[in-house]
């Protein structure tokens, strides 16, 4: 095999092989996952580094999101010729969740201090808390779509 048949194996089985969008979602889930450890390790050890790498998690999630969407968008018209069962409630839970993990970042940006105000705590950290339960959310019905229920 030379070094352009590989590529090319490669590049096919990066995009018509194996959807995209199942080797894109996990950035999402798993960043916001390790964000709400993060931030819940800060809390408990007032730890401001951890509530610092949080804060980059939520951010990364923000922007992964927005990939793992264009992929499930692609991957949607691909292999089930645009009609799949749920992806209108899918496209609804990730566009929530990009404006969460965003306005959260954004948030954070401009207040530092969020996680370690009184009055703005339980908000915070609810959010970290929402962006875990919408990706969850969103990779059981990504189950239900590939596997059925």
């Known amino acids: 095999?030379?070094?352009?048949?590989?590529?090319s194996r490669l590049f096919e089985a990066l995009t018509d092989t194996h959807p995209l969008h199942g080797m894109?979602?996990?950035?999402?889930?798993?960043?916001?996952?390790?964000?709400?450890?993060?931030?819940?390790?800060?809390?408990?050890?007032?730890?401001?580094?951890?509530?610092?790498?949080?804060?980059?998690?939520?951010?990364?999630?923000?922007?992964?999101?927005?990939?793992a969407g264009f992929t499930g968008?692609?991957?949607?018209?691909?292999?089930f010729e645009g009609e799949a069962p749920l992806v209108d409630v899918k496209g609804y839970l990730a566009l929530t969740l990009f404006v969460?993990?965003?306005?959260?970042?954004?948030?954070?940006?401009?207040r530092r201090e969020l996680l370690w105000s009184p009055s703005t705590m339980v908000l915070y950290v609810s959010g970290f808390v929402g962006?875990?339960?919408?990706?969850?959310?969103?990779?059981?019905?990504?189950?239900v779509i590939l596997y059925g229920f």
């Open 73 to 79: 968008y692609r991957d949607v018209i691909v292999r």
């Open 24 to 67: 894109t979602v996990h950035f999402p889930v798993a960043l916001s996952a390790v964000a709400l450890l993060f931030v819940i390790l800060a809390l408990v050890q007032k730890n401001p580094v951890l509530e610092h790498a949080a804060y980059y998690c939520i951010a990364l999630t923000a922007f992964t999101t927005v990939i």
């Open 1 to 7: 095999m030379t070094v352009g048949d590989f590529f």
């Open 100 to 110: 969460l993990t965003t306005f959260m970042a954004v948030a954070r940006t401009r």
């Open 131 to 143: 962006a875990v339960a919408l990706t969850t959310t969103l990779s059981f019905l990504g189950g």
